[in-house]
Each structure stands twice: as C-alpha cells, then as structure tokens.
C-alpha cells in the first residue's frame, strides 16, 4: 500500500478562489497539480499509484472549525477511503479542549498545524498544552516545517523548536513535514535525527540534496521517514518516482511509502 501522508483539498465551491488566493500570495510562483477539489486529489493518485492520502485542512479562524471538521470527516466517505482525513483547530481557541474533543468525535485521527498561516510560534509556551492534550486523546500532530513561499523570513518553526516540542511532550506522535523544516536541512541533522519525530517528504526531492536526504535517512532511520507530495503542490508521480530512485534497499522503500503510515494510523 502506497500512503500520501500530506495533501491538501478544499469544498467545492471554494477551491478555485482558495487555489487562486494561495498562488497569488506566493514570491516564488507553484502552478497546483490539481484544481484543489476533492476528486481532483483522488484522480491524481489514481494517475500515480496512490492508494491512499491523509487529507490536512488548515483552520485558519476559529469560525472555520465546525465546518471544515466536518467537511473533511465526510472526505472519507466522499473518497470511498481513499482519503484519510484529519481535522485543524485554530490555535488561538478559546477552548482547545472543546475543539479538540470534536475533531476527536467525528473520527479524524490527527491534527494540522501551520504556524506562518495562523500566525503562532510553534514552540510559544501557551501552545504546549494544546499539542500535549491533543497527544493525549491519540492524535497524530502535523506540523509545516520551515519555508513558506508566501510567509517571508524569519520563519515561526524550526527544527530546534520541533526538538523542544518533542521533549517537553509526555509521548505522542509528531510529523515534521518537509523533511523537518525546509530549507533548515542542517539543522534538521543537528537537532531532529536521533528523536521520535518523524519527517515527511511533502516538496522534497527537487529541493533538498540527494546526499542529505540519505544522511537523514540512514542517521535517523527509515521507520521514521514518511512519504508525501503536499498536493496539489507537486506531482505523486514524480514524488514516487523520485524515491523508488533512491539508493535505498526494497525494505527501507516499503517504510517509507506505506508501512510506516500504516502503523501510525492503525491500518490494516
């Protein structure tokens, strides 16, 4: 089974204004591979081989969150289990344990964090409760990493932040995205490698070195490697093609494109 553990889709109605939006507001300009719907995502991973794809919506008002929980439980069913949603709960909440017990009602199994887009530090003292209960109610934290083409610098994550996250939690599972913090490579092999955190490939192999993506791999261990395209931000095909290149053996391939997703999400 081939898991996508990073795309991205919107309602209907909204993803041509949000597609739109998103590429406007970009220095460096990324033509989407889909048109940011629903089936769109599902037609591109048929084109590839995917079989399935966790779905992160981000919340970026606390007026989005019943909405787009639900829309993105009901994604699931839309998809016919393809996709694999989790759900967002906009980090300013005024009750993080009411929004977080909701998303954990309608079955979503983690949440999304993306701190240039909701405008918080991600190692800021007030938020470490938030990750620390959602942890606790057994959902998976995903965090964007590093650069963001429509956030200048200096960035609000890191990954020494990500290392303080890790070890002030009591257990749970973190997903750095962008092979822990793009364009932050270095410091990823300075302060993630060796910890539980686990790194996505989302935007990956066009971007960071070969020889560093197989440093990180080697010192950090292929159980802990997850593979992920961020669409409709880049193309599986190629983001698949791009691993299967690797000189990587067969069983450290099958880590990474399924195995480890399936055993964080309890799939059979």
């Known amino acids: 089974m081939t898991i996508d553990f990073h795309t991205h889709a919107f309602p209907d109605a909204l993803a041509p204004r949000a597609l739109s939006n998103l590429v406007d507001s970009m220095e460096t300009r990324f033509d989407p591979f889909t048109d940011g719907t629903l089936a769109g995502l599902v037609g591109k991973m048929d084109a590839a081989g995917i079989d399935k794809s966790v779905l992160l919506p981000v919340i970026t008002k606390q007026s989005q969150t019943k909405n787009l929980n639900e829309w993105a439980a009901n994604a699931a069913v839309v998809s016919g289990g393809r996709v694999i949603p989790f759900g967002g709960i906009f980090p300013h909440t005024d009750d993080y344990k009411r929004d977080i017990d909701f998303v954990v009602s309608l079955g979503l199994r983690g949440l999304k964090f993306h701190c240039e887009y909701q405008n918080f530090s991600v190692d800021a ?18 965090f964007h990493a590093g650069y963001d083409p429509s956030f200048p610098p200096p960035f609000k994550s890191s990954p020494r932040q990500f290392r303080a996250i890790s070890d002030a939690m ?13 364009a932050q490579w270095d410091d990823v092999e300075k302060y993630i490698v060796g910890t539980c955190i686990y790194l996505d490939t989302s935007m990956g192999q066009q971007y960071y070195p070969t020889e560093t993506f197989m440093r990180i791999v080697r010192s950090h261990g292929a159980d802990k490697i997850l ?3 961020d669409s409709p931000w880049s193309d599986g095909a190629d983001e698949l093609e791009s691993i299967r290149e690797l000189p990587l053996s067969d069983a450290e391939k099958a880590l990474i494109l399924g195995e480890n997703a399936k055993k964080l999400l309890n799939l059979q």
């Open 227 to 229: 593979f992920a395209t």
């Open 125 to 142: 003292p007030e938020f470490l409760p938030i990750y620390d209960y959602a942890l606790s109610r057994g959902l998976v934290l995903v």
């Open 170 to 182: 009591r257990g749970g599972t973190i997903v750095a995205a962008h092979l822990g913090g793009h």
